[in-house]
């Protein structure tokens, strides 16, 4: 048997959402491909598959909505047609049972549990330079933004870190404060992690004061995934690309003044 | 063996995020308790445990961030304790596999990829009468909501509606545009029929318009999820609580002029 091959369907310049998947396979030692950054005109092979009004279904496979999308094209179905889904989430879970690392059976609702509320913190911050219209430009809804930006960093971080800092406290006889859930590195870990990397990259003044509030979060936590096997040589490689215009962006006015 | 007994953790007056965990349940014939509706002075007991800035953990599982969340007291972790877990996408993953409503091993990945999307759509739907601050009040945020929600009604709703539409027409061959994915009922039509039931409470004009559009998804479907055995009889029952002032509100003026 071939082992099954991971194609991932994404836009080609930002980490955005599939940053998630990367992490997750990077962290696993797991092989995988990206369509629009390592195929010849990959990006209008994504694009015709998972973008526009009315996207090309894939070897019987539904639709797609949005990118990203998981392709796996051996051992995915069990009929020998590849297997394909989309939704973060949805992909993390998939590849999180055929890794290891959504924790196993015993862990894997809670794992899933905190990657979703990573997840959701990560759809705040993208709200909070694009509050009033997904579509527009931030300087067309730059005040609302100042004020969403206020609230997210004021009301909506603390509820986050203080959640995420309890769960490092729950678990920390299994583990030391080093992960989140059990007694590994798992997604739930990786997921959140991303998703204080680019608060870090957005809101670098504000989180500068956060850290000392949370410094387990923010400080032993946060480091240590960063120098996790398999992360530490991925986040220094070319493969880890750079925040720019995507969910994170740092405009200085958003941050903390 | 006793059967796992299901208790729900959530506000005791809305619909909300719930709606689509007592869905799933009531479709399946599914028995449940809910904590701040069936017990004295539950409400308190789910604030304990779901709500404020520390809450209680429960039988050694992780703490909460926020309701809704769903207890096991039964058979959930095998070792005797009750299991406990939050994130309504993660509540439905776990109880779909034990109902058999996640369409089972081959269709899952596609159920919950198509719920997931549904609940995106949920959350922007919350966001048009909040869009900048989740804290304050409408009243303080009304013109950048009279913006939002015309974003969501005109840009966000034909995106939606067009890919639920598309899902019928793929699994039309399995099932006559009865249901989104395979050949029965699963928690991908019940979620995804939540939220255009929510529609049609918060902007009756709008979805009398797009009715027309999308025939299939908003006549065919839509009737037919609410006619489907155990449905039909929660939804004419006292269980079924009304929209008030929650994820769904009808504010005339975000509707179409």
């Known amino acids: 048997m071939s082992q099954p091959r991971y194609e991932l369907y994404y836009h080609p310049g930002i980490p955005g959402r599939l940053e ?11 092989p995988y491909t990206e369509i629009a950054r390592d195929q010849k ?4 092979t994504v694009q015709k598959i998972c973008m526009g009004k009315a996207p090309e279904s894939v070897d019987g496979n539904p639709p797609m909505f949005a990118p990203p999308a998981l392709r796996v094209t051996n051992g995915g179905s069990g009929n020998g047609k590849s297997l394909m889904i989309s939704q973060t989430p949805n992909i993390l879970a ?4 055929k890794t290891g690392m959504d924790g196993g059976e015993e862990m894997k609702w809670w794992v899933q549990q905190v990657a979703l509320t990573a997840l959701d913190l990560n759809n705040e911050v993208h709200n909070s330079h694009h509050p009033v219209s997904i579509g527009a430009f931030y300087e067309q809804q730059r005040e609302e933004a100042l004020r969403n930006a206020k609230d997210v960093r004021e009301m909506r ?3 986050y870190f203080g959640y995420f800092e309890r769960m490092l406290e729950w678990n920390k006889e299994a583990r030391q404060g080093k992960y989140l859930v059990g007694k590994g590195l798992t997604y739930a870990d990786t997921t959140v992690w ?12 504000e989180m500068e004061v956060r850290r000392k509030e949370f410094p387990g979060m923010l400080g032993e936590f946060y480091e240590g995934v960063k ?7 991925y986040l220094a490689s070319e493969r880890r690309l750079p925040y720019s215009m995507g969910i994170f962006r740092h405009y200085p006015e958003l941050d903390r003044q």
């Open 194 to 205: 991303q998703v204080l990397d680019g608060c870090f990259f957005a809101f670098p003044r």
């Open 157 to 159: 971080f603390p509820k």
């Open 20 to 30: 998630h998947v990367r992490l997750l396979l990077e962290a696993s030692g797991t």
């Open 94 to 97: 998939y590849l999180g049972e």
């Open 41 to 44: 005109d990959g990006y209008s």
């Open 227 to 233: 120098s996790a096997k398999g992360l530490k040589e």
